[in-house]
């Protein structure tokens, strides 16, 4: 199967300070890749659609200026959270997909600690 | 509203046991269904992908079923390891286009030796 990394693995800031979350597709060129939150046992809640090129489709809920998301490549997407605070801290995983209707490979996840 | 259900939340079961969970959906329209693998603090792994006119689909010691009638799944897993200890989450796919998944809660197994 596909190969999806993200870095880092594990990441601890204070609070107020932003963290960016790498999302690589390893092994093929992902037109499509999804960011999600996991909070402890929880499903994962997907927070926004990222296409190559253009802006990402946040949904409802989730604050596109406080979670920022680029796209610049097909083999990249980076997961900015801007000005973190405690409630942020969670399990952040993407995911990637080479298209519509294409399966989701994911990531294996970043655990951000907010102090 | 699309919902995904699992049951049991947890399970504990001992190694080389056989077990089943479940899972009923409501999301509609309905392209595939999926069951991943998630251990802690890993992201999910795909287990088995089945459309809407698949019974079943193995993978090892893993053998999902489908009955699409009665938006219902199962998961079934043979000779437990120890290694199977995880989070088992089933996964429900809109139709071509759609892509958000919609995800259940899981089922936390874990083998006792």
């Known amino acids: 199967g596909a190969v999806v990394s993200q870095h880092p693995s594990r990441v601890i800031c204070k609070s107020g300070t932003s963290v960016k979350i790498e999302c690589r597709s390893l092994d093929f060129q992902a037109t499509t890749m999804f960011w999600y939150r996991q909070f402890p046992k929880q499903s994962l809640m997907l927070m926004a659609t990222s296409n190559e090129g253009s802006k990402a489709t946040y949904e409802q809920g989730v604050e596109k200026d406080k979670f920022l998301i680029n796209h610049a490549s097909l083999t990249l997407s980076t997961l900015t959270v801007t000005s973190a605070h405690p409630e942020d801290s969670s399990f952040y995983i993407c995911?990637?997909?080479?298209?519509?209707?294409?399966?989701?490979?994911f990531g294996p996840g970043t655990r951000l600690t907010v102090l | 509203k699309n919902q995904v259900e699992q049951s049991p939340q947890s399970l504990i079961i001992l190694e080389g046991k056989n077990c089943t969970l479940q899972?009923?959906?409501?999301?509609?329209?309905?392209?595939?269904l999926r069951w991943y693998k998630q251990d802690t603090g890993r992201g999910p792994v795909s287990l088995t992908i089945?459309?809407?006119?698949?019974n079943t689909k193995s993978n090892g010691r893993y053998t999902a079923t489908l009955d699409a009638d009665t938006k219902q799944s199962s998961l079934h897993i043979t000779a437990s390891q120890l290694s199977d200890s995880a989070s088992y989450i089933c996964?429900?796919?809109?139709?071509?286009?759609?892509?958000?998944?919609?995800f259940g809660t899981g089922t936390r197994l874990t083998i006792i030796p």
């Open positions: 899972c009923n959906y409501t999301v509609s329209p309905f392209s595939n």
């Open positions: 089945m459309t809407f006119s698949e």
């Open positions: 996964v429900v796919s809109p139709n071509f286009g759609n892509e958000k998944l919609t």
């Open positions: 995911s990637a997909t080479l298209g519509l209707g294409n399966e989701q490979f």
